[in-house]
Structure formats: structure tokens, C-alpha cells
């Protein structure tokens, strides 16, 4: 039996290389070393506690946080090899030098399957600048895209819960920092007060909101980025009349013949209390007379007035209502006076055949100057209007109006009035819509 085993050994030790060969060539073939570059690999900071320690904070260099990994390894793993199975870290204790500008720190990366010399970052270092930490309170602004509620409420008051908050960052990025607005989802809707979570939007000084890089480096002294926020709903209520009075003196031998509001009427949304207390008012806002100074005026005059400053406390204008009233007012010559005409008492001389004249306006304006008989005397039905249409054809003209009195009486201003001439099957048309 020995001499058996004994025997042709050289074969036998052949053989066995020979097996082994074959075996190492098949394994290379079915599954050989090769090389893989990996790119989006995103380098995750460690240790940032260790700069902060020191009152510092990192920023990135852009796109210094996404870097290419090459692997060597078996085909079977590298082909299955994704960004996301790889971990790369840069350790910011391993600093070499913090006063350099940039600082680089020190790449490391590992991969399940790939052994320590078979894997490398490029670039092996992560550029990162030092900036001073710095800390400062925001208050909470808070605004919604719709204010619109349910119907007959409007949103009066919008209050952030914590109303201001303290964010830290790098000294330059919160220098920028212009204010924090937490946004609420829309409240249509709501018929009762409530509570809302908002997310926190910060605004830089050019009113565009960090990206999400810049946000990343912020921390809050509250749990999450977000606040509640208070919604207080107020009741709407509608034509609210605007008054006016005037101090001062027009002109010697002028007089404050009427003030006019455009708008003389408004909706205003309130609370309960100060709803109340506008309709003990007989739901009048008076425009101070300190507002309109007539003072050396002869002729009318307009002044706009800013009502949202004048509303009482707990009453806002209801979304969509212009704040402006243009307050218009009319001066006179002491012996005259204005007087309403109806358009439709106006005679239309010289029509064109087949034409017809539609009035925009539904009456003018007529101011008259007593000469030998009291005002008293005249009414609107004295005066007497008419408009000459010799020559005009269809289309759109402002046109002097004739205005007759009887004696005793002199017209003070030319009035003029905008009229429309059309075809009588264009009238018809538009009777018929």
C-alpha cells in the first residue's frame, strides 16, 4: 500500500498543480478582478461638535460634498456596487491645518465586500471654509396664501406660538437673514378659531428664501422648524358708510358747496366687541375733518385718505377692498349752487337717420349762479339740456351739453357728458343680451 502512494509522486504533485490552475482559471473567468469608478458619492461631515467647540461653524465648498469613488474588486460585487453603498466621511478632527483657506479635511470611504486598499475617494480631501458661529432672534412673521374663510368670516389676526425664535448658523449666512415667515395651508373654510402648524420659511435682505444647502447649517432652539399658529376668525359685515367733514375757509366769496366719498361705502370684517361698538355708531366711519383742509380753495379739488389708518382697533378692511377713498370737494361761487339733471331729459338735436344716443352716465352736473332771482326759486326741472349731433356718425364722443335757464339765472361751469351713437340694430342687439 505504501509503495503505491509512494509511487509516481511527480505525476501525482503535477496533477495537483494542474488542478489548481485550472481551478484559478475558471474562477477569473466566471468572476475576475476588475475596476469600477463610482460617481454621486455624498461625503457625510463627523464631528462637527469638534469645530464647534471652538465658536466655529463649516460651510461646503459647492459641490465639494459629492465626490467619485474608484473600487477594485471581484466583477460579481463591483457590478452590483451603487453611490448609496458607499460610505464616505469626512472627520473634521482630522484637520490638518484649521488656518488655511480653505481648510482641507480628509476623506475616508468604505464598501461592504471591498477591502480598504481597494477603494479611494477622489479627491481624497473635502474643502470646507471656517466661519464664526453666531446666534440671533427672529420674530415670526406669519402669513397665509388665502385669507379667505368661510363665508361671512374673515381671518383678522394670524399669531405665531413662539413668536420669535433663535437661530444659529455660520455669522455670514445669519447676517443675511432678513425675517422668518411661518406659512399656513389654506383656511377656507373655518368658521371658528383654530390651531395651525406652519412650516418656517427665512428670507434673506434680496427677499429670496435660503436654499435647502443654506438651511441645513441653521439649528433652531425649538424641536422642530415650525410653529402653531393662531387663526382668529372675524365676523364680516357690510355697508359700512363713509363720512367726511372739512376744516378751514375757501376763498373769499367761495363756499364749500358738497363732499363726495368714492367709495361712500365699505365692508369691514371686526371682532364681536368692536363690531358692536361700530354699529352704537350707526356703522359710520367718520374721516376726521382735519384730513380736508379747504383753506384758500376757488375751485373743486380731490385729496386721497388712507382709511385702513383710520379704522378702530379690531376692524380691518375685508380682503380685496382697496384702502384708498378719494374724497372730492366741490367749491362754489357763494351765490350758486349745484344742480342733478337726468340724462334722459337731455334733447338730442340732429340725430343722424338710423342712428340712436345712449348716455354713460345716468345725469350731469349743473352749476348755477343766481343773478336777480333767489336759488331757492329754481329746480332741476327748470333747467333745461340740450346736446347738437349734427354730423356725428356711430362712435364714442364727450359732447358739450346746452343748458338753458330761466332769467334771472347764469349758468356757472360748461358741462360736457359722454355718449355713445350706435346703429338702432346695434341698440336692439344689445336690449336683446
Known sequence: MTKKLLSNIPLKLMSVVIAIVVWLLVVNVDDPIRYASISGVVVNMKNESYIESAGLMCLVEEDQDIITVEVTGKRSIVDNIKASDITATADLTQIVDMNTTPVMVPITVSCPGISPGNIKASPVNMSITLDDMMTQEFLVTVSSDEEIAGKGYEVGGLQANPEKIKITGPQSLIQKIDKVIATIDDVSGLTEDTILTAGLRIIDKNQEPLS?????????????????????????????????????????????????????????????????????????????????????????????????ELLPDGVKLTSGTNGTVIVTVSVLPQDSQEYSVSTTSIQALNVGEG?????????????????????????????????????????????????????????????TTAVKIVQDAETENTTEK
Open 212 to 308: 435647502a444647502r443654506q438651511m441645513g447649517y441653521l439649528k433652531y432652539d425649538i424641536t422642530n422648524p415650525s410653529v402653531n399658529v393662531s387663526v382668529d376668525l372675524w365676523k364680516i359685515r357690510s355697508d359700512i358708510t363713509l363720512q367726511a367733514g372739512y376744516v378751514g375757509t375757501p376763498r373769499s366769496g367761495y363756499k364749500v358747496s358738497k363732499i363726495s366719498l368714492t367709495p361712500n361705502k365699505v365692508s369691514v370684517a371686526g371682532t364681536d366687541d368692536a363690531l358692536n361698538a361700530l354699529a352704537d355708531d350707526g356703522n359710520v366711519i367718520e374721516i376726521p375733518s382735519e384730513y380736508i383742509d379747504v383753506t384758500d380753495h376757488n375751485n373743486d379739488f380731490e385729496t386721497k385718505i388712507n382709511l385702513e
Open 355 to 415: 342712428l340712436q344716443v345712449v348716455y354713460e352716465t345716468d345725469g350731469i352736473q349743473v352749476r348755477v349762479r343766481e343773478e336777480s332771482r333767489d336759488l331757492s326759486q329754481l329746480g332741476s326741472s327748470d333747467i333745461k339740456a340740450a346736446i347738437d349731433f349734427t354730423g356725428k356718425g356711430a362712435g364714442t364722443y364727450n359732447m358739450p351739453v346746452t343748458i338753458t335757464l330761466p332769467v334771472g339765472y347764469e349758468v356757472v361751469n360748461s358741462v
